[in-house]
């Protein structure tokens, strides 16, 4: 088994995978199918605002397993459609961003300082294919740097860090996390030892269930969808349940500006837009590689750069960057899409999430089973076929069938979506509270999975009130049993060294780092100010 | 002669029928809870859900598969023992968990609460090192352990730790004693240099065969198939194996018919060579071994007792 064998076998197992029909003769797999409605729900929700393509992940992936089952066959179509909205996701959140002013996702803000002064103008149509070229190229490359990527990280991980030097990687990205994500520290750190105080409840080696208070509920533990659907999405929506009480409803009316004037690209605006293309996205796949710092800054840092930028090299009768400049929304979409490629580096050498969709795809992975995200999946084993590592393939197909879905139709169809944000929030809020509780139970099937939920749901509320993110609480609520595992491994297998985090020169730089980020992200404000 | 034949096709129709109506005498009254105590998507669990398909296709049942995974299989038991003793509640487990996992939990449960069903396969639990090590067997390993050599020896539940640990004290060395969820981790860890030798119970066999893997000895009272010259237990100087089975369990007090039911229509599926699953039991476990009613109460029974054995031994 050679490297290009290994490639090979991953297009195959996309493309000849259990077939869903076919087209004169011709079998369309399951996999492909999947990519695609993934796609497309994804630009629809990322046009929708209120939604994001981690809420139709959530609520999309239960009802997926249960449909699919538990089989290895499962992975790629149920990873495939995931990987679809993720990537639809990210285009469709332009669309109300451009068209009304209102962004779809959050990493959409800057591009309504520019997309929507050209939608005043006339020049909807052009914006939205600035925004669909931009975000489908920083996509792209961030594929690329991904696969060259993901591998020789995996290799040198397994190769050089033994299991303190693991257990220490961990905590760092745990402290990395709570530092960076959310704006303070402290309340980062909040988040996650909430999300490890409640993954250790019920869990661990010993026989007798912990902090279970000896009740049968607790004993096995909270079940994983419920703690990361409850705090992300119910708790989303309980807060914009509550936003849409306190608020007098703004009156219905959209403003609709007829467009004129030229609407296509042409090669000159290619020309002109690539250079703030090909910086957003290096910006973008940079800081999707580190675990938690998300698209939103991706884009804020993208667009100050070409700001910058096209401050002085600008002609004088172009617009400047908040006044309907085609290079700002060239540079925020090219910045925010290309994360999300990039972010699936410490997911598949590491096993780390950094971002929310991240988290759903370790959570596919875990519940359907067969494919554990980590440095050991990139085994190039030569005598027999290392699975995981065909899936790993797979995957990086399915990005690639979805970056072709994305430069052919997903202009076309983004364009079509501006009807989504006349959706009242009053009727999607319910709907997804009720989707959500379902894709819950079609999953656990017992009710007290559903109590469980709801109590993340308050807890998430709650978070979202304090201005608590609740994302380093997901990401630790996942980590916590693996690094519990590997801090046990880790201690037993250096012999009892009760200072194993310590001993080892990596791994001492690595706990001199998780302390060092913190301190730095508390101190930077006063330096600012 | 025409009457004779008459008569004989008679009774062998009457025979027939008496044959299939012990199976056919019992239906379960509603559709059946599946517990399973393995992670979703291992080896254990698609074996539970293929049995539980197979069931499905040929007799009618209804399954409603869940997983209720954790602390050894104690978490499905506790669950179990609290569901309708009538066949609309049954769980898969291994021996393991109903010896010496129920018991070191002390959570107010015996064997004795719990009606054996049937198992499905063994184990072939070897202990597993790299070709590439050069060790031959695991006499060569508690050498390199005498001559100073730290030994990370992985491991998937505490009964095994403790037979390690008995190791250990029968030949004056010393391992590193690491804990893993399940025998697919401990191979991982082997595979990736994390840990030296461990316990696997079957997923070796594809690195055995190909020359990459290594039995070093076998965890059972008999010899292994792939290795059958590796030694045993008792000539590392401990007098406790390993065997175990994988099993399904209903609560305590089930009907006998509907016991009996249950281990007939599970034994003629495992037993079915045509069937996926039983192609993934050769495979994987080494075929299928089918125990039910008393001698599996009593298998169950003994591993409850024996375990208690294990465990003074460990204390001693």
Same mark, same amino acid.
């Given at each position: 088994m050679?490297?290009?064998d290994?490639?090979?076998?991953g297009?195959?197992?996309v493309?000849?995978g259990p077939?869903?029909?076919?087209?004169?003769?011709l079998?369309?797999?399951?996999t492909?199918?999947?990519?695609?409605?993934?796609?497309?729900?994804?630009?629809?929700?990322?046009a929708?605002?209120?939604?994001?393509?981690?809420?139709a992940m959530?609520?999309?992936?239960p009802?997926?397993?249960?449909?699919?089952?538990?089989?290895e066959?499962?992975?790629?179509?149920?990873l495939?459609?995931?990987?679809?909205?993720?990537?639809?996701?990210?285009i469709?959140g332009?669309v109300?961003?451009?068209?009304?002013?209102?962004?779809?996702?959050p990493?959409?803000?800057m =591009? =309504?300082?520019d997309?929507?002064p050209m939608?005043?103008r006339?020049?909807?149509?052009k914006?939205?294919?600035?925004a669909h070229?931009?975000?489908?190229s920083?996509?792209?490359f961030?594929?690329?740097v991904?696969?060259?990527?993901?591998?020789?990280?995996?290799i040198i991980?397994?190769?050089?860090l033994?299991?303190p030097?693991?257990?220490?990687?961990f905590?760092?990205?745990?402290?990395?996390i709570a530092a960076?994500?959310?704006g303070?520290?402290?309340?980062?750190?909040?988040?996650?030892?909430?999300?490890l105080?409640?993954?250790?409840i019920?869990?661990g080696?010993?026989?007798y269930?912990r902090?279970?208070f000896?009740?049968?509920?607790?004993?096995?533990?909270?079940?994983?969808?419920?703690?990361v659907?409850?705090?992300?999405?119910?708790?989303a929506v309980?807060?914009?349940?509550?936003e849409?009480?306190?608020e007098?409803?703004?009156?219905?009316?959209?403003?609709v500006?007829?467009d004129?004037?030229?609407?296509r690209?042409?090669?000159?605006d290619?020309?002109?837009?690539?250079?703030?293309?090909?910086?957003?996205?290096?910006?973008? =796949?940079a800081?999707?590689a580190?675990?938690?710092?998300?698209?939103?800054l991706?884009?804020?840092?993208?667009? =100050?750069?070409?700001?910058?930028?096209?401050?002085?090299?600008?002609e004088?009768s172009?617009?400047?960057?908040g006044?309907?400049?085609?290079?700002?929304?060239?540079?925020?979409e090219a910045a925010?899409?290309?994360?999300?490629?990039?972010n699936?580096?410490?997911?598949?050498s590491l096993?780390?999430?950094g971002?929310?969709?991240?988290?759903?795809l370790?959570l596919?992975?875990e519940?359907?089973g067969g494919?554990n995200?980590?440095?050991?999946v990139f085994?190039?084993?030569?005598?027999?076929?290392?699975?995981?590592?065909?899936i790993?393939?797979?995957?990086?197909?399915?990005?690639?069938?979805?970056?072709g879905?994305?430069?052919t139709?997903?202009g076309?169809?983004?364009r079509?979506?501006?009807i989504?944000i006349?959706i009242?929030k009053?009727?999607?809020?319910?709907?997804?509270?009720?989707?959500a509780?379902?894709?819950?139970?079609?999953?656990?099937?017992?009710?007290?999975?559903?109590g469980?939920?709801?109590?993340?749901?308050?807890?998430?509320y709650?978070?979202?009130?304090?201005?608590?993110?609740?994302?380093?609480f997901?990401?630790?609520f996942i980590l916590g049993?693996k690094?519990?595992?590997s801090?046990?491994q880790?201690?037993?297998?250096?012999g009892?060294?009760p200072f194993?985090?310590?001993?080892?020169?990596v791994?001492?730089v690595?706990?001199l780092?998780?302390?060092?980020?913190?301190?730095?992200a508390?101190r930077?404000p006063?330096?600012?100010? | 002669?025409?009457?004779s034949?008459?008569?004989?096709?008679?009774?062998?129709?009457?025979?027939?029928?008496?044959a299939?109506?012990?199976?056919?005498?019992?239906t379960?009254?509603g559709?059946?809870?599946?517990?399973?105590?393995?992670?979703?998507?291992g080896g254990a669990d698609?074996q539970?859900?293929?049995?539980a398909?197979?069931?499905?296709?040929s007799?009618?049942?209804k399954f409603?598969p869940?997983?209720?995974?954790?602390?050894?299989?104690?978490?499905?038991?506790?669950?179990?023992?609290?569901?309708p003793?009538?066949g609309?509640?049954?769980?898969?487990?291994?021996t393991?968990?109903?010896?010496?996992?129920?018991?070191s939990a002390n959570?107010?449960?015996?064997?004795?609460d719990?009606?054996?069903?049937?198992?499905t396969?063994?184990f072939?639990?070897?202990i597993?090192?790299?070709t590439?090590?050069g060790w031959?067997?695991?006499?060569?390993?508690?050498?390199a352990?005498?001559?100073g050599?730290?030994i990370?020896f992985g491991?998937m539940?505490?009964?095994l730790?403790?037979m390690?640990?008995?190791?250990?004290?029968?030949?004056g060395?010393?391992?590193?004693v690491?804990?893993?969820k399940g025998?697919?981790a401990v191979?991982?860890?082997?595979?990736?240099?994390d840990v030296d030798?461990?316990f696997?119970?079957?997923?070796?066999?594809k690195?055995?065969?190909?020359g990459?893997?290594?039995?070093?000895a076998?965890?059972?009272s008999?010899p292994?198939n792939?290795t059958?010259?590796?030694?045993l237990?008792s000539?590392?100087g401990?007098?406790?194996d390993?065997?175990?089975?994988?099993?399904?369990v209903?609560?305590?007090?089930m009907?006998?018919e509907a016991?009996?039911?249950?281990?007939?229509?599970?034994?003629?599926?495992?037993?079915n060579?045509d069937?996926?699953?039983?192609?993934?039991i050769?495979?994987?476990?080494?075929?299928?071994?089918t125990i039910?009613?008393t001698?599996?109460d009593q298998?169950?029974q003994?591993?409850y007792e024996?375990?208690?054995a294990?465990?003074?031994?460990?204390?001693?």
């Open positions: 050679e490297v290009l290994y490639i090979w076998l297009v195959q197992a493309f000849l077939e869903a029909f076919s087209v004169l003769g079998p369309i797999s399951i492909i199918l999947m990519v695609l409605a993934g796609f497309l729900v994804g630009i629809m929700v990322g929708t605002p209120g939604l994001a393509g981690p809420v959530a609520i999309s992936l009802i997926l397993i249960s449909a699919f089952g538990y089989s066959d499962a992975l790629l179509p149920v495939g459609f995931l990987i679809g909205v993720m990537k639809g996701a990210t469709g332009a109300p961003a451009i068209l009304f002013n209102t962004p779809g996702t990493d959409a803000y =591009t =309504t300082l997309g929507y939608t005043q006339g020049q909807a149509k914006a939205l294919r600035i070229f931009s975000s489908a920083g996509d792209t961030s594929d690329v991904l696969i060259v990527c993901a591998p020789f990280l995996a991980v397994e190769a050089y033994d299991l030097e693991k257990t220490a990687l905590i760092l990205s745990l402290s990395f960076v994500i959310g303070s520290p402290a309340k980062g750190l909040i988040s996650t030892g909430l999300g105080l409640a993954v250790y019920g869990t080696e010993d026989f269930p902090l279970s000896g009740t049968e509920q607790l004993a096995s533990g909270f079940p994983i969808a419920s703690a659907l409850g705090v992300l999405v119910i708790g309980f807060k914009g349940l509550e849409l009480w306190l007098k409803r703004t009156s219905g009316n959209i403003a500006v007829q004129s004037g030229d609407q690209l042409h090669v000159g290619i020309k002109r837009l690539f250079p703030f293309i090909a910086r957003s996205a290096f910006v973008g =796949t800081i999707g580190l675990p938690g710092i998300g698209s939103t991706a884009a804020t840092l993208g667009y =100050t750069l070409g700001k910058s930028r096209h401050k002085k090299n600008k004088d172009d617009p400047n960057f006044e309907g400049a085609p290079e700002g929304i060239a540079a925020t925010n899409s290309s994360v999300s490629g990039a699936l580096i410490p997911v598949l096993g780390i999430p971002n929310a969709a991240a988290v759903f370790i596919a992975a519940s359907i494919f995200p980590g440095p050991a085994k190039f084993t030569v005598d027999e076929v290392n699975p995981e590592l065909v790993v393939f797979g995957l990086f197909t399915t990005m690639f069938i979805a970056n879905l994305n430069w139709i997903g076309i169809f983004m079509s979506m501006g989504m006349r009242p009053h009727i999607l809020l319910p709907i997804v509270l009720l989707l509780l379902t894709a819950i139970y079609v999953q656990e099937t017992n009710m007290a999975a559903i469980f939920t709801l109590a993340f749901g308050v807890l998430g709650f978070m979202r009130t304090l201005a608590i993110s609740p994302l380093p997901v990401i630790a049993d690094l519990e595992q801090a046990r880790a201690f037993a297998a250096t009892g060294d194993f985090l310590f001993t080892s020169p791994a001492l690595f706990m780092l998780s302390v060092g980020v913190i301190i730095y508390t930077k006063k330096a600012n100010s | 002669m025409l009457k034949m008459f008569k004989a096709t008679v009774a062998a129709v009457a025979g027939l029928v008496i299939t109506s012990s199976m056919a005498d019992w379960p009254p559709p059946i809870k599946l517990l399973i105590a393995f992670r979703a998507g698609t539970a859900r293929l049995i398909e197979e069931l499905e296709a007799l009618g049942w409603i869940e997983q209720v995974t954790g602390k050894g299989g104690v978490n499905l038991l506790k669950a179990l023992s609290g569901m003793n009538d609309t509640a049954i769980g898969m487990a291994v393991e968990s109903l010896g010496y996992n129920l018991r959570a107010g449960l015996t064997a004795a719990f009606t054996g069903l049937s198992t396969a063994g072939q639990l070897a597993v090192g790299r590439a090590d031959k067997t695991m006499h060569d390993v508690i050498a352990a005498k001559e050599k730290d990370r491991s539940s505490p009964r730790a403790d390690a640990y008995l190791m250990e004290e029968a030949n060395v010393q391992f590193n690491v804990a893993y025998g697919k191979l991982d860890a082997i595979n990736a240099g030798v461990g696997v119970a079957g997923p070796q066999g690195g055995v065969a190909a990459d893997l290594v039995e070093l076998s965890a059972l008999k292994l792939a059958p010259d590796a030694p237990m000539d590392l401990v007098d406790f390993a065997d175990g089975y994988f099993v399904f209903g609560p305590k007090g009907p006998a016991q009996e039911a249950f281990g007939e229509a599970i034994a003629s599926v495992v037993s060579p069937l996926k699953v039983t192609k993934i050769n495979k994987v476990f080494g075929g299928a071994t039910q009613g001698e599996l298998l169950l003994d591993g024996g375990a208690g294990l465990m003074e031994a460990v204390n001693q």
